[in-house]
C-alpha cells in the first residue's frame, strides 16, 4: 500500500514563503521520482517541479522557476517544496506524485499521466 501525504499548505499574502512537505509510505522511495503538481480552481492540474531519486536532477515549470525549490530526504522518506514570492496566482491544491524511475525520462517527466502515486493535495491560498 502507498501513501503520499502532503502538509505544510495555508493563507499568505503574496510575496510570502511556505515550504510543503509529502511524507511518502509503501514503496522504495530511494527510487522513486517525486513531482508536485497544482490544480486551480477551473484549471487542470499543472505540473510545478520534480526531482529523481539521487536528488541531483530537478525540473521546473516556468512559472516556478527562480521562486520554488523542490529537494528530497530520502532517510525520511519526504520530499519538499520550497516556495518564496509568492503570487495569488499560486493559488492552488497542491499534490505530490510518485512515478517509478526510468532512465530516460524525456519531457513525460512534467505529465501527470506518468505518475502513479497521488496525494490528496494540500491547498495554498495566496492573497494580494
Known amino acids: 500500500q502507498v501513501h503520499l501525504v502532503e502538509s505544510g499548505g495555508g493563507l499568505l499574502q503574496a510575496g510570502g514563503s511556505l515550504r510543503l512537505s509529502c511524507a511518502a509510505s509503501?514503496?522504495?522511495?530511494?527510487?522513486?521520482?517525486m513531482g508536485w503538481f497544482r490544480q486551480a480552481p477551473g484549471k487542470e492540474r499543472e505540473f510545478v517541479a520534480a526531482i529523481k531519486w539521487s536528488g541531483g536532477d530537478t525540473y521546473y515549470a516556468d512559472s516556478a522557476a527562480g521562486r520554488f525549490a523542490i529537494s528530497r530526504d530520502n532517510a525520511k522518506n519526504t520530499v519538499y517544496l520550497q516556495m518564496s514570492s509568492l503570487k495569488p496566482e499560486d493559488t492552488a491544491v497542491y499534490f505530490c506524485?510518485?512515478?517509478?524511475?526510468?532512465?530516460?525520462?524525456?519531457?513525460?517527466?512534467?505529465?501527470?499521466?506518468?505518475?502513479?502515486?497521488w496525494g490528496q493535495g494540500t491547498q495554498v491560498t495566496v492573497s494580494s
Open positions: 506524485a510518485g512515478a517509478r524511475d526510468r532512465r530516460n525520462w524525456g519531457p513525460a517527466l512534467r505529465s501527470p499521466n506518468e505518475y502513479t502515486y
Open positions: 509503501g514503496l522504495s522511495f530511494s527510487w522513486v521520482t
